[in-house]
């Protein structure tokens, strides 16, 4: 026993760095299934509360107002125009969706599995599973939700699928990051019977119960075929520049409910 | 003099303010600039090693809060303030640690070329160790080299801007 405590003792700086390290890797590993954790340590209200202070030290007083204000006209306008289209073609925002605006308090590119931060949480009835979107593309997807504040995968995260299509020919596909380029994705599943060209739009592809159909998310700049196969493998470039985002688009699923009672969720998003 | 506790603590505070507001939104062809290493490059060496681990995990678990990494960066800074001895010892091999014990006087009193050699082997093998643990896949290994040398080279040349700015005296 004394041996045994004298062992302890000489070597309590290595204990120390074996159980300080065996923590870090297991909040590493919980990161890998964060949909699935409940441990809320990074996204709780104290530390998303500091870094929303910080954020706001980059943004002038002034400008910011005037931002928020043009955002309220413009979501007014929004919903104007999904009234006028509502029984039209043009379903570019269906009555199924509702729409919330929300200001990103974190982001980042750097990494293969980025994540962001937004400043509404389920007091604001923010729910998991929304989607986040902007004018011009996909942002990402809610997957943990507190009081004020909630968390959501980017779509640069290469754990993430997004049914996306050809706007021209109306071909589906699905939608992946590589991890190199923020501007960059690719899209997979393509036939080789598609009549695709460089430059053509892609939007989102409506096989989903998160974002509706026709969100344009990018164009494309590059066309691979592989020899062997029978799809293509297609570069887009991103409307949207990830680095300089500022706020979102929050849109949920009114009939998420009853569509989660059927019981038919897959993991294309 | 200023006693090391409260040197430590304002080291903790300054690195940590400045990398979160200023060189987080920083990103050169989609990496940041790491400056936090600083903070391990200069820790000194004698104190309780114990002491040392926390003091580094405690730095890690803030960071990692505040850029959205989720435990990566502790992981990593951990690892190499383990590794930091013996990367020490190879690059400054003429100097005996145990008497000098300040890494201040290994900065002030050493050739450019040694320098170097402590950085960079200190800034690549964290950033090596950090995105190999983040992408975790063999078959990306492309993919984390070129990360690695490229946030590994913008790292470099800041840290050693900052470093000559605060650190060096004059050498002329």
Redesign the interface.
Known sequence: MRNFINFFIEK??KI??LI??I??????L???F?QNSKFN??SNNI?SS??NQ?KQ??NYLNLKNENSKLRRENLDLKIKLNSIFKDSKINYYTGDYKIKIADII????????????INKGYNDSVKLDDGLITKQGIIGIINQVSPKYSTAISILNSDIKINAKIKRTNHFGSLQW?????KIMTLYDIPKSANIKINDTVVSGGMSFIFQENIPIGKIKNIKLREESNYYIIDLELFEDF?SLRSVYIISNSNKDEIDGLNIYNEIY | MRSISSLIFFRFIIILISQIIVFNNVTIYGSSADIYIIFLLVFPQNINKSLYYFIIFLFGIFLDSFSNSFGIITFSLLISCYLRPYLLDFSFGNFDMRKVGKVRDYLNNTTIYQKLTYISLVVFSHNFIMYSVEIFSIYKIQLILRNTTISSLISITLILILMSLFYYKNER
């Open positions: 309590i700086d120390v760095f300080l390290l923590i870090s890797f297991s909040l590493v919980n990161r890998n964060f340590f990074f530390i500091i870094s910080t030290i980059n974190s982001n980042s590119i750097k990494y293969s599995k980025n994540y962001l931060i590589g991890g190199n380029d923020h680095s």
